[in-house]
Structure formats: C-alpha cells, structure tokens
C-alpha cells in the first residue's frame, strides 16, 4: 500500500528512538531544499524491499505493517536516519516538510515484511523502518535503514536488516 509520507510516520520512529534509548541529538548536517528539487514529483522507478529484524532467539520477526519511510539520500538524511538507528531522540521537522513538496514517500510492510514504493525519480535514496515486535512492556524494535540507487525504468532491491 502506498501512501504519502506523513507526520504520524517520523513521530512514530522518533518516539521509538526516545523509548528505546532517550538521548537528544542535534543535527550537525543543513538541510538543504536545494539538494531534494531533483527529487521532487513522480517518476518511472521503483524500490522492492524486505525488512527484518533478529528477536534474542535468531527468530526472524519481519517489519510487518510497520511503516517505511524513502527519502532522498542527502547528508542531512543520513544523519537522520543514523541516529535514529543510535536511538537518539532528533528533530525531525525538515524532513516532514518532504511531503509538502511530494519528494517523502512511505508504504506499509505486508505481514512478511515486503514492501514496495513506486513512482520514485532517479537517484540514491535512504529507506528507514521502525521494527517493532511486542515481547512484554516496554516493546522491544530498532530502527533500520539503508540506502539504493533508483534507476529509470527499474525495479532495484533492498533488504533491510542488522
């Protein structure tokens, strides 16, 4: 299922980063409108995903019905994504602005973790996941992410893990 990049998603993961860890992070990187123009409205490629995660047991627990997250791989994004994969409590208000200018997309996990997002512009792009699996209070999950080129006309693979 493919949807526009919403608020709700970044305040889902950065809640996570605050619940999981607590720390404050500020970003060091600027955002940059500049480097997202190319970005900006739909194009022909697309991105085919798994994401997944290793509970304590080695049991797989894939990120099912768990939100993605695609933005444009910029300095600025990496770091964002970085920490929240530190667990790091960060600003994440430029990056909502993606959507206002239809650059941020996201899609939902389907119950084996699979997802894909289509319509993307060429280029480099970060992919961030919240996995989240309930073990007892408090949920236990980390985010992941990673980055993949995006060619037109093309399909390309990612697999999320750690």
Not at 126 to 152: C, K, L, S, T
Request: proline share 5%.
């Amino acid at each position: 299922m493919l949807t526009r990049l919403n608020f709700a998603g970044f305040a889902i993961l950065s809640l996570l980063a605050v619940v999981l860890v607590g720390c404050n992070h500020k970003m060091t990187q600027r955002f940059d409108p500049a480097e997202y123009s190319a970005y900006a409205g739909p194009g022909d490629g697309a991105i085919l995903g798994q994401g997944f995660l290793r509970d304590r047991g080695r049991r797989i627990v894939p990120c099912a019905r768990q939100l993605v997250i695609i933005t444009p791989a910029t300095a600025y994004t990496r770091e964002w994504a970085m920490s929240l994969r530190r667990g790091w409590d960060t600003d994440s208000s430029e990056i909502t602005r993606l959507r206002d200018h239809g650059i941020g997309r996201s899609a939902v996990c389907d119950l084996d973790g699979r997802f894909t997002i289509e319509n993307l512009k060429p280029g480099r792009w970060i992919a961030v996941i919240a996995v989240i699996f309930p073990v007892g209070y408090p949920a236990v999950g980390d985010a992941i992410w990673g980055e993949v080129d995006v060619r037109p006309g093309q399909a390309a693979e990612l697999t999320l893990t750690q």
